[in-house]
T-cell receptor
Framework: GQQLNQSPQSMFIQEGEDVSMNCTSSSIFNTWLWYKQDPGEGPVLLIALYKAGELTSNGRLTAQFGITRKDSFLNISASIPSDVGIYFCAGLSNTGNQFYFGTGTSLTVIP | EAQVTQNPRYLITVTGKKLTVTCSQNMNHEYMSWYRQDPGLGLRQIYYSMNVEVTDKGDVPEGYKVSRKEKRNFPLILESPSPNQTSLYFC????????????FGQGTRLTVV
């Protein structure tokens, strides 16, 4: 299957700091997504990106669809304790039938 | 309330004893999927279904079966579980092809001893 690699694997930051994480793929995707998984819960969609170069925001979150269509980036500004969780990128297959998820970035926010 | 419901939430079983994890959605979604989540590997798709009686393999289908006899239900069947199927399992549904927002259940933590 498709391989999506996320970095960093984990992050420990102070409350109020900004966070950046990225996701790279061996294949091209036409739709990129970012999900967040709270402890003990299933993932929830944060942002969807549909066009190469697109920059989309959702509150303190900003995500970008890379120009090559093989990568995507997520930034979180002014982190707060409830940002704790695992962040997953995902690419939607060209057929629209399957998601391919990244390996995840675990975020810990220290108050 | 729109939701995806999985049962059970936790299950410990022995090698070779058949089990079924149920999944039900109340949003009339066409697409449903099963994933397993393992440390360092993210979420990997096991099977997906595009509609009633239409299913297809994902990336890691070996050792699993699914069925989609009704639109709302998509059970995951392990005919002969093995320890390497110990994992956290998620069911998800979404409206249709190309619609990116998937709604996930709360997960089923399976341990096979």
């Amino acid at each position: 299957g498709q391989q999506l690699n996320q970095s960093p694997q984990s992050m420990f930051i102070q409350e109020g700091e900004d966070v950046s994480m990225n996701c790279t793929s061996s294949s091209i995707f036409n739709t990129w997504l970012w999900y967040k998984q709270d402890p003990g819960e299933g993932p929830v969609l944060l942002i969807a990106l549909y066009k190469a170069g697109e920059l989309t925001s959702n509150g303190r979150l900003t995500a970008q669809f890379g120009i090559t269509r093989k990568d995507s980036f997520l930034n979180i500004s002014a982190s707060i304790p409830s940002d704790v969780g695992i962040y997953f990128c995902a690419g939607l297959s060209n057929t629209g039938n399957q998601f391919y998820f990244g390996t995840g970035t675990s975020l810990t926010v220290i108050p | 309330e729109a939701q995806v419901t999985q049962n059970p939430r936790y299950l410990i079983t022995v090698t070779g004893k058949k089990l079924t994890v149920t999944c039900s959605q109340n949003m009339n979604h066409e697409y449903m999927s099963w994933y397993r989540q393992d440390p360092g590997l993210g979420l990997r798709q096991i099977y997906y279904s595009m509609n009633v009686e239409v299913t297809d393999k994902g990336d890691v289908p070996e050792g699993y079966k699914v069925s989609r006899k009704e639109k709302r239900n998509f059970p995951l069947i392990l005919e002969s579980p093995s320890p390497n199927q110990t994992s956290l399992y998620f069911c998800a549904s979404r409206m249709g092809q190309g619609v990116p927002e998937a709604f996930f259940g709360q997960g089923t933590r399976l341990t096979v001893v």
